[in-house]
């Protein structure tokens, strides 16, 4: 299964942007991109997903970079409700959907 | 819309005693997976079901573990017997239609203890 790796944590300042790094070194052609998050005692959320251009929501934007390698996920105006554990994931078919660690995002007041 | 439904939300047994896990998912979802959440890390699939059909349980631990999802709609997942090292949160997912890329809608879990 293809593999991500991201920052065990990560701090932002309330209401400045946030960039969640993701890189994917080993992603092929028909994986898609995800990003979930999962608030404490909650199980995971979506948030936003893409293949090769970029993608917005009203949750986030996400980049993904030309080779397609890396990923960010940008929340423009970070809030306390923010504060999760995100994680970044590939998923084609022929990977299953595989969450790893992520990254723990702290927002500070 | 109601969200994915799972029940109980938490269950302490002991070990060596089996335990059962419900799901309810989202109305009109054909594709429903159980996860295994261990503390600190995130989520791995036990099984993924497309309709009735089991179609990926290669991570399922078949020697104590089952699951079943009878019409289509709502599943259970069962351990029998329970070890220590089953003590995790089990988490419920759906998406709708089968195959192809699609997002999945979470249950808040439920939190077994074994002690």
């Known amino acids: 299964d293809a593999k991500t790796t991201q920052p065990n944590s990560m701090e932002s300042n309330e209401e400045e942007p946030v960039h969640l790094p993701c890189n994917h070194s080993t992603i092929s052609g028909t994986d898609y991109i995800h990003w979930y998050r999962q608030l404490p005692s909650q199980g995971p959320e979506y948030v936003i997903h893409?293949?090769?251009s970029n993608v917005n929501n009203r949750m986030a934007s996400l980049a993904i970079a030309e080779d397609r390698k890396s990923s960010t996920l940008i929340l423009h105006r970070a809030t306390l409700r923010d504060a999760a554990v995100y994680y970044c994931?590939?998923?084609?078919?022929?990977?299953?959907?595989?969450f790893g660690s992520g990254t723990k995002l702290n927002v500070k007041p | 819309e109601a969200g994915v439904v799972q029940s109980p939300r938490y269950k302490i047994i002991e070990k060596k005693q089996p335990v059962a896990f419900w799901c309810n998912p989202i109305s009109g979802h054909n594709t429903l997976y159980w996860y295994l959440q261990n503390l600190g890390q995130g989520p791995e699939l036990l099984i993924r079901y497309e309709n009735e059909e089991a179609v990926d349980d290669s991570q399922l631990p078949k020697d104590r573990f089952s699951a079943e999802r009878l019409k289509g709609v709502d599943s259970t997942l069962k351990i029998q017997p329970a070890e220590l090292g089953d003590s995790a949160v089990y988490l419920c997912?759906?998406?709708?239609?089968?195959?192809?890329?699609?997002?999945?809608?979470f249950g808040p879990g439920t939190r077994l203890t074994v002690t």
């Open positions: 994931i590939l998923h084609g078919y022929f990977n299953k959907f595989y």
């Open positions: 997912a759906s998406s709708p239609r089968t195959g192809g890329i699609h997002e999945q809608y």
């Open positions: 893409g293949l090769t």
